[in-house]
């Protein structure tokens, strides 16, 4: 059973276009909900992190948006780069406990110069 | 480099063969986790380690994997007689305690079981 969906599988954005990713959850003992990026051969890399207690966080030119009534949380990247070209993962854990992440099954970002 | 490290990056097995990865985590970080990552899936749970205690296993670690991690610094994770199922990419994360829940991954280690 997948604790964590994400939409879409994959994403075509023009350079300097929005990138938007989704994600929902289930379990509402999760309380933390970080987005890896990912390249070809890569491990994940932490990208921005959120938990509950606020709706939004900005870094730079990500954000993340987040509806805990509705146990979701979705990633916009703007201004688009080619460099962002990437898999996007979401993830989800109950940061008092094991703390293990449960991921999504990704997005693959591809930004069209 | 103070990143995640992991060794091999590579490792092409026949089928029944035992095979060891290596995970040597952030100086001072007292929690690593392994994930096993297929193809176009995200990473997924496996096991973690609490300094030198594995406190927790996936019902994706059957009993052909075992991971140590003595003196509570690298970690290792074998797995016995493998099969083409295991063909994955393994990866390690470790994260401080008290950072709560940020993780920091290794490049992983890619499998190849012919």
Redesign the interface.
């Known amino acids: 059973q997948q604790q964590v969906k994400?939409s879409p599988q994959s994403l075509i954005v023009q350079k300097g276009g929005i990138s938007i990713i989704n994600c929902a959850y289930e379990n509402t003992a999760f309380d933390?909900f970080?987005w890896?990026q990912q390249f070809p051969?890569?491990?994940?890399?932490?990208l921005i992190?959120i938990r509950p207690d606020v709706s939004e966080k900005k870094e730079g030119r990500f954000t993340i948006s987040f509806n805990k009534s509705a146990k979701q949380f979705s990633l916009h990247i703007m201004d688009s780069q080619p460099g962002d070209s990437a898999t996007y993962?979401c993830?989800a854990?109950i940061?008092t406990g094991?703390?293990?992440?449960?991921?999504?099954?990704?997005t693959r970002l591809t930004v069209i110069p | 480099d103070t990143g995640v490290s992991q060794n091999p990056r590579h490792k092409i097995t026949k089928r029944g063969q035992n095979v060891t990865f290596r995970c040597d985590p952030i100086s001072e970080h007292n929690r690593l986790y392994w994930y096993r990552q297929t193809l176009g899936q995200g990473p997924e749970f496996l096991t973690y380690f609490q300094n030198e205690a594995q406190l927790e296993k996936s019902r994706l670690l059957s009993d052909r994997f075992s991971a140590e991690r003595p003196k509570g610094s690298f970690s290792t994770l074998e797995i016995q007689r493998t099969e083409q199922g295991d063909s994955a990419m393994y990866l390690c994360a470790s994260s401080l305690m008290s950072m709560g829940g940020t993780q920091y991954f290794g490049p992983g280690t890619r499998l190849l079981v012919l």
């Open positions: 994400q933390y970080p890896y051969g890569k491990g994940p890399a932490l992190a993962f993830a854990s940061e094991a703390n293990n992440l449960f991921f999504g099954t990704g």
